[in-house]
């Protein structure tokens, strides 16, 4: 007997294909270290990470205001 895919099998690929995509690009935590943990508003955020900033943002990133939405401070 040898299996033949159907369409629902190659949806079902494709979703699942779809939701590694996903995961794999959400973004992370902040950093744990010391300049990350005195970290508590955007505007922080934003001292370093502005453009001719120590570490500016990279172009493929959202241009976001709203930095702690995503990215979530570690738990000590």
Do not use: N, W, Y
């Amino acid at each position: 007997m040898r299996f033949k895919p159907k369409k629902a099998d190659f949806v079902f690929i494709g979703l699942v294909i779809a939701v590694i995509v996903f995961v794999t690009l959400l973004p992370g935590p902040v950093p744990g270290d010391f300049a990350h943990r005195q970290v508590t508003s955007e505007k922080a955020c934003m001292a370093c990470h502005i453009s001719g900033g120590a570490r500016p943002l990279s172009s493929r990133h959202p241009k976001r205001p709203d930095c702690l939405r995503c990215h979530r401070q570690p738990t000590v």
